[in-house]
């Protein structure tokens, strides 16, 4: 790890130039990926080698890998014996970090489902679009949600619901008074009416009197339908088979291999297991590597996540840039025991170089930056962990190549901006009944359209510059968000920043800059003079409006998007100071 290859994959001498001719970045050869078909096989092979070490850990419970290849099975079997799904019919998991995901999940795999996984802070309509759209015929939902999927059922083809509570995996008592505290005294599970549904602990207890035949799909068949976002148009599930996935648990692997013990890691998942980042690094690769996930149901409780944080010695953090910030700010995170801390994680996001220095000093940690898609599984190029560069997103993974393109999509040269794209045995099969949108992306040479502008440097390392939509035209000059964002970032009296394209008669576009502010002395005009010190004059807002918080996404992620689109987006300027 964090040595450097050239195109063969044999290792390169240092300051050695290994991009090629063409422009395309390579991240070398990639090893053993022939050596498993499923990721049931690679699962069951981690069990078997690590059956007496902590896998999943949540609210004080720990699930051993013995225990989670038995409810696994158990799981399992009740669908083969107890139901007509067949391999290849698609489950929903609907739930956020519990104990039940892994099991979910892992048991679905070994009977041949295609998992779904669902976001349970979904809306009706939401969950209406991806339960049609996928087909699902089976579903396991948290009974907090349980409401919601009531007043869609009938719109579905769902014919199998599997209900369970938040406790339900723990022992008694404790199982008891967690689902009683939930239920009746935070009052989170709203009546719902389900009458065809089974609680996934009568399931469980079923499926251990019957026998199991693994009936997992393989290779190129399909694994996962992992749904996007949907920020740019409506949701579509990306299918990721078993050879995506594989390979980059992996590539993963590869790149961590000598940083990571196996069997001797606990990792912090704060992220929800049903977005595609922690689903591979924290339920796929951590579990390939026999290490210990602790798993945060809800990481917007910070003072109760840093209390968990605070009994919990840890050596790998998975986060984003936006938790590292809200992090850093606590006393309470700062008087943490960080002396085990050995790596931290940042994806689904740009990680600042603030945000970043702000980690560094309060845990004494650096943080090394990858970056990936939905349709990537999700990991493409990430900063070796032994020589990260922060404010670029490092290099390709092994087995990954990566090009940056212009309109027409000629490779443009080191050091100019163009769009990114990646090939390599983690890009999806494509998007699920979407040819036309498939086409869009992905073409016949195996080369993913990311949509996101970046730039090679000369030793190979990739700077995103900004997402292709996100880029505000000014008088005819490219502005891109993440560049004015860093700079506001700096700013001592800054929290949060988001810059966005707005209409203007004059330049055709207008920056406007939304700003969550540190304490009550942050003047709007004084910031924008503040800027001008660091930007060229085009790139200076013009309009500066002080939030007390920016829209998110459910990982953490400021939706620019949604800020473009406010009526209060044409607020009245600040005074021009060009």
Same mark, same amino acid.
């Not at 990430?382 to 290099?395: D, L, M, Y």
């Not at 090939?423 to 080369?447: C, E, H, I, S």
């Given at each position: 790890?964090?040595?450097?290859?050239?195109?063969?994959?044999?290792?390169?001498?240092?300051?050695?130039?290994?991009?090629?001719?063409?422009?395309?970045?390579?991240?070398?050869?990639?090893?053993?990926?022939?050596?498993?078909?499923? $990721?049931?096989?690679?699962?069951?092979?981690?069990?078997?080698?690590?059956?007496?070490?902590?896998?999943?850990?949540?609210?004080?419970?720990?699930?051993?890998? &013995?225990?989670?290849?038995?409810?696994?099975?158990?799981?399992?079997?009740?669908?083969?014996?107890?139901?007509?799904?067949?391999? @290849?019919?698609?489950?929903?998991?609907?739930?956020?970090?519990?104990?039940?995901?892994?099991?979910?999940?892992?048991?679905?795999?070994?009977?041949?489902?295609?998992?779904?996984?669902?976001?349970?802070?979904?809306?009706?309509?939401?969950?209406?679009?991806?339960?049609?759209?996928?087909?699902?015929?089976?579903?396991?939902?948290?009974?907090?949600?349980?409401?919601?999927?009531?007043?869609?059922?009938?719109?579905?083809? $769902?014919?199998?619901?599997?209900?369970?509570?938040?406790?339900?995996?723990?022992?008694?008592?404790?199982?008891?008074?967690?689902?009683?505290?939930?239920?009746?005294?935070?009052?989170?599970?709203?009546?719902?009416?389900? =009458?065809?549904?089974?609680?996934?602990? &009568?399931?469980?207890?079923?499926?251990?009197?019957?026998?199991?035949?693994?009936?997992?799909?393989?290779? %190129?068949?399909?694994?996962?339908?992992?749904?996007?976002?949907? !920020?740019?148009?409506?949701?579509?599930?990306?299918?990721?088979?078993?050879?995506?996935?594989?390979?980059?648990?992996?590539?993963?692997?590869?790149?961590? @291999? %000598? !940083?990571?013990?196996?069997?001797?890691?606990?990792?912090?998942?704060?992220?929800?297991?049903?977005?595609?980042?922690?689903?591979?690094?924290?339920?796929?690769?951590?579990?390939?590597? @026999?290490?210990?996930?602790?798993?945060?149901?809800?990481?917007?409780?910070?003072?109760?996540?840093?209390?968990?944080?605070?009994?919990? =010695?840890?050596?790998?953090?998975?986060?984003?840039?936006?938790?590292?910030?809200?992090?850093?700010?606590?006393?309470?995170? +700062?008087?943490?025991?960080?002396?085990?801390?050995?790596?931290?994680?940042? /994806?689904?996001?740009?990680?600042?170089?603030?945000?970043?220095?702000?980690?560094? *000093?309060?845990?004494?940690?650096?943080?090394?930056?990858?970056?990936?898609?939905?349709?990537?599984?999700?990991?493409?190029?990430?900063?070796?962990?032994?020589?990260?560069?922060?404010?670029?997103?490092?290099?390709?993974?092994?087995?990954?190549?990566?090009?940056?393109?212009?309109?027409?999509?000629?490779?443009?040269?080191?050091?100019?901006?163009?769009?990114?794209?990646?090939?390599?045995?983690?890009?999806?099969? /494509?998007?699920?009944?979407?040819?036309?949108?498939?086409?869009?992306?992905?073409?016949?040479?195996?080369?993913?359209?990311?949509?996101?502008?970046?730039?090679?440097?000369?030793?190979?390392?990739?700077?995103?510059?900004?997402? +292709?939509?996100?880029?505000?035209?000014?008088?005819?000059?490219?502005?891109?968000?993440?560049? $004015?964002?860093?700079?506001?970032?700096?700013?001592?009296?800054?929290?949060?920043?988001?810059?966005?394209?707005?209409?203007?008669?004059?330049?055709?576009?207008? $920056? +406007?800059?939304?700003?969550?502010? &540190?304490?009550?002395?942050? %003047?709007?005009?004084?910031?924008?003079?503040?800027?001008?010190?660091?930007?060229?004059?085009?790139?200076?807002?013009?309009?500066?409006?002080?939030?007390?918080?920016?829209?998110?996404?459910?990982?953490?992620?400021?939706?620019?998007?949604?800020?473009?689109?406010?009526?209060?987006?044409?607020? *009245?300027?600040?005074?021009?100071?060009?």
């Amino acid at each position: 790890m964090g040595q450097r290859f050239s195109e063969d994959g044999n290792e390169a001498s240092p300051g050695e130039d290994v991009r090629a001719a063409n422009g395309v970045e390579s991240g070398g050869a990639l090893t053993g990926l022939e050596s498993f078909d499923s $990721i049931d096989d690679i699962i069951a092979d981690a069990c078997r080698r690590f059956a007496d070490k902590p896998a999943f850990s949540c609210l004080g419970h720990t699930l051993t890998y &013995r225990d989670i290849d038995r409810l696994a099975n158990q799981f399992a079997a009740w669908i083969q014996h107890e139901t007509d799904l067949e391999p @290849g019919d698609r489950i929903a998991i609907q739930l956020p970090n519990v104990l039940q995901f892994p099991v979910a999940v892992f048991g679905a795999l070994r009977a041949g489902l295609v998992i779904v996984n669902t976001n349970p802070l979904y809306t009706e309509r939401e969950m209406r679009h991806q339960f049609q759209d996928s087909g699902v015929t089976a579903v396991v939902v948290l009974a907090n949600m349980a409401h919601k999927l009531e007043k869609v059922l009938d719109q579905t083809d $769902i014919r199998h619901v599997y209900v369970t509570e938040m406790g339900d995996l723990h022992p008694w008592p404790r199982r008891t008074v967690i689902n009683s505290v939930v239920r009746h005294v935070k009052k989170l599970v709203p009546a719902y009416s389900l =009458p065809r549904a089974t609680s996934l602990r &009568r399931v469980l207890a079923k499926g251990d009197k019957q026998p199991v035949s693994v009936a997992a799909g393989r290779g %190129d068949d399909v694994a996962a339908l992992q749904y996007t976002g949907g !920020t740019t148009g409506v949701a579509k599930g990306a299918m990721l088979t078993h050879r995506n996935l594989i390979a980059n648990m992996l590539q993963t692997q590869q790149l961590l @291999g %000598d !940083t990571l013990i196996d069997g001797s890691e606990t990792i912090i998942a704060p992220l929800p297991c049903y977005h595609i980042y922690t689903f591979t690094v924290n339920c796929l690769f951590a579990m390939t590597t @026999g290490q210990h996930n602790v798993l945060i149901p809800n990481p917007r409780d910070i003072a109760g996540f840093i209390k968990t944080l605070s009994r919990t =010695p840890f050596s790998v953090f998975v986060g984003l840039n936006t938790l590292f910030n809200a992090l850093c700010q606590r006393d309470d995170f +700062k008087g943490i025991d960080f002396s085990q801390l050995k790596l931290t994680i940042s /994806g689904g996001m740009a990680l600042t170089p603030t945000a970043a220095k702000r980690w560094q *000093e309060t845990t004494g940690c650096g943080i090394v930056e990858g970056y990936g898609l939905t349709e990537t599984s999700p990991i493409a190029l990430v900063n070796p962990p032994r020589a990260p560069r922060i404010g670029t997103i490092g290099r390709p993974v092994a087995g990954t190549e990566v090009r940056v393109v212009d309109d027409a999509g000629a490779s443009v040269p080191a050091g100019e901006s163009g769009e990114l794209c990646i090939r390599g045995p983690q890009v999806m099969k /494509g998007y699920w009944n979407r040819p036309a949108d498939t086409a869009a992306m992905l073409d016949d040479d195996g080369w993913l359209r990311t949509g996101d502008m970046a730039r090679i440097e000369p030793d190979g390392y990739v700077k995103i510059v900004d997402r +292709k939509k996100d880029m505000i035209l000014v008088s005819g000059f490219n502005v891109y968000p993440n560049e $004015i964002e860093e700079v506001v970032a700096g700013h001592p009296d800054v929290l949060e920043a988001a810059a966005v394209g707005i209409p203007d008669n004059e330049a055709g576009e207008a $920056i +406007k800059l939304f700003v969550v502010a &540190r304490n009550d002395g942050l %003047d709007p005009q004084a910031l924008r003079q503040w800027c001008k010190k660091e930007l060229t004059g085009y790139k200076v807002p013009k309009y500066v409006e002080l939030r007390d918080e920016l829209p998110k996404s459910n990982v953490g992620k400021v939706l620019r998007r949604e800020l473009r689109d406010e009526k209060s987006a044409t607020a *009245e300027a600040s005074p021009n100071v060009s």
